[in-house]
């Protein structure tokens, strides 16, 4: 019977370590190229005892591999990828897909970013759109009168009401300081009510 010095050595069969340049037997197992899968088990690597230590310490491991496979091969379910995917696109409730819907880190990521561009895109098409029921001097008008882009015609004549009201000496005190205020709230609501937008 084979005396094993150390546990986890197997018999080298006149196998080499794996590691390059090494030329001690390779005894030490480790995780190979291919993993676990439906297909199988996955193969193994063989080492000397350095370089299984060294492997094990992650030294190298995941030199020449692309950030993408780097992070499939920190998951998890690493090797499992093609047996688990489960998203379907317009699933997620805020348009975002969900983390549990994938099985993969990356395209998780990937996917939340894509979802995030076409969010911001609806927005800015909704902006471009509300933009062009005023013209730039519309606009400007609205701004005068702290007015958003979606505002109806109730929403103007009650706005202009109330600043007319706030302005205007007559209804302050006589205060005239605020009669510059009181001509650009009279001129952007002249400009308004004329606007197609209201039409
Ligand atoms: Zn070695």
Request: hydrophobic share 35%; glycine share 10%; charged share 30%.
């Amino acid at each position: 019977m084979r005396q094993h010095r150390f546990h986890g050595r197997f018999d080298s069969g006149g196998r080499e370590c794996s590691w390059p340049g090494c030329e001690e037997a390779g005894e030490f197992r480790a995780p190979g190229a291919r993993t676990s899968s439906f297909d199988g088990p996955g193969d193994y690597r063989w080492f000397c005892l350095e370089h299984v230590r060294k492997f094990n310490a992650g030294y190298d491991y995941f030199e020449g591999m692309a950030a993408e496979e780097i992070l499939r091969a920190q998951s998890p379910i690493y090797g499992w990828e093609n047996t688990a995917r489960a998203f379907r696109p317009g699933e997620a409730v805020d348009g975002a897909p969900h983390w549990a819907n994938f099985s993969d880190p990356l395209e998780a990521i990937q996917s939340r970013a894509r979802a995030h561009v076409r969010r911001r895109r609806g927005e800015m098409a909704e902006e471009m759109r509300a933009d062009a029921r005023f013209t730039p001097a519309e606009r400007g008008a609205l701004r005068v009168l702290g007015l958003e882009l979606d505002v109806d015609a109730k929403t103007l004549r009650m706005r202009y009401t109330r600043l007319l009201r706030q302005y205007h000496p007559d209804q302050n005190g006589g205060d005239h300081g605020h009669a510059e205020k009181l001509q650009q709230v009279v001129e952007a609501y002249q400009l308004l009510k004329k606007a197609a937008a209201f039409g």
